[in-house]
């Protein structure tokens, strides 16, 4: 056993805080083989003392179905015990798909990339996050503060003050009718609040008008799916990319010269949206043909066309299954992770809000109740009242 777990597979590199591990041509057959391997890796790392960013290359590496679960399980408690972020390289399509379900299944980021260039600039991102996080200038990213929004004589929000930081996955939820879609609708403006202002990269606002919020980075889903029904899904994500097409109307009607480099440009961009969330095989198929999970999955593939800086997701896995569930939750991480790519997202299902948000803002009745990590909002009097009722 000694023969394949040597020091030479595991490498600390000190100038960008990164342990890499190489699991390069190893056969996992059974659990012990798992805990031999792992329980080196976890001596190497308390010796250290501190926690790493992590670089795991699975080229030609196999692990049996028999191994599968230990290894997932030991690969979850390093990182929970000694990570700062993990990124993955060069893994069999088996393994790939492996890794991807338990992603969905215990909603962590599974950051797979196909060569070591694309990781190595995925963990340069991690690090000026943390670094942006964690440093002394001030890493807010959009601040929303005293937001009033009524109409006629109806309060939708009143008052409401909350901040988003860079790189973050902060969630707002809150009962039916609290105000969370209309604070969305506020920060895209949409909705053009009464009183308040909206500070997005450090720029303070009383209104933001849509097409400022959309040249600006800022991308939306809706609740209820407005996509092109009777377009293909490759046409509908083209469509956000509106903003980046600079060529003229008479030369995309002719589309020769700078029209049509440009087309070829953004076309590409949208494969890559469409191989990023696993769509390959219904690119062609017009929107409306496709199931409910699917089309979500196209609403958001639309939004990330636009590159945005934030984006904000209206109930996102309303109506889907645990499986299509488990996938959007997926995707979201990756989309955070791998883009670096701010969310702030509305949704009803609290295991998934606890599960990938940094932060939770609490609304009812228009009112913010509760603002804080997970734990903190869990444990706030006021939102247990908010969801589960108070005795009299």
């Known amino acids: 056993m000694n023969d394949w777990i040597h020091a030479e597979r595991i490498t600390f590199h000190d100038a960008i805080a990164t342990m890499e591990v190489d699991f390069s ?10 805990d ?3 329980d080196h890796i976890e001596r190497r790392l308390t010796e250290t003392g501190r926690r790493w960013f992590f670089l795991v290359v699975y080229t030609d590496c196999v ?3 028999e191994a599968w679960r230990r290894f997932a399980e030991r690969g979850k408690n390093t990182n929970i015990n000694h990570s700062l972020g993990s990124v993955r390289v060069d893994a069999t399509a088996q393994t790939r798909d492996a890794i991807r379900e338990s992603a969905g299944r215990e909603s962590f980021r599974a950051n797979i990339h196909n060569t070591r260039d694309q990781a190595l600039l995925a963990l340069g991102e991690m690090r000026k996050r943390q670094r942006d996080t964690h440093g002394g200038a001030d890493d807010t990213f959009l601040r929303v503060e005293n937001v009033s929004l009524r109409f006629g004589g109806v309060k939708a929000i009143t008052g409401v003050s909350f901040e988003v ?3 973050e996955i902060s969630s707002i939820i809150g009962p039916n009718g609290a105000g969370k879609s209309s604070m969305l ?3 895209n403006g949409v909705y053009h609040p009464q009183e308040g202002t909206i500070t997005f990269l450090g720029s303070v606002r009383r209104q933001m008008r849509p097409h400022e919020a959309a040249s600006q980075g800022i991308a939306r889903t809706f609740q209820n799916i407005a996509l092109f029904k009777g377009m293909s899904v490759l046409d509908n994500i083209m469509t956000g990319r509106n903003l980046k097409m600079k060529a003229n109307m008479l030369q995309q009607a002719f589309w020769f010269g700078p029209a049509q480099r440009e087309e ?3 076309r590409l961009k949208v494969e890559e949206i469409i191989d990023f969330l696993e769509i390959q095989h219904i690119r062609k198929t017009p929107v409306g043909r496709l199931p409910y999970g699917l089309q979500k999955r196209v609403d958001l593939a ?8 934030i984006l904000l997701l209206d109930e996102p896995m309303a109506g889907m299954n645990v499986e299509e569930k488990q996938d959007m939750c997926r995707f979201i991480l990756d989309v955070n992770d791998q883009f670096g790519t701010t969310v702030v997202l509305i949704e009803h299902d609290m295991g998934v809000v606890m599960d990938i948000s940094d932060r939770v803002v609490v609304l009812d009745y228009g009112k913010k109740i509760g603002d804080g990590t997970p734990d903190e909002v869990r444990a706030n009097p006021d939102v247990i009242s908010a969801y589960l009722g108070a005795s009299h």
């Open 25 to 34: 041509r190893l056969t996992f057959a059974d659990a012990a083989q798992v």
């Open 36 to 38: 031999a391997f792992y």
């Open 63 to 65: 692990i049996t179905p």
């Open 165 to 167: 930081k860079r790189g």
């Open 185 to 187: 609708n506020v920060i």
């Open 264 to 266: 070829l440009e953004h």
């Open 302 to 309: 639309r939004a990330l066309a636009m590159e945005p800086q």
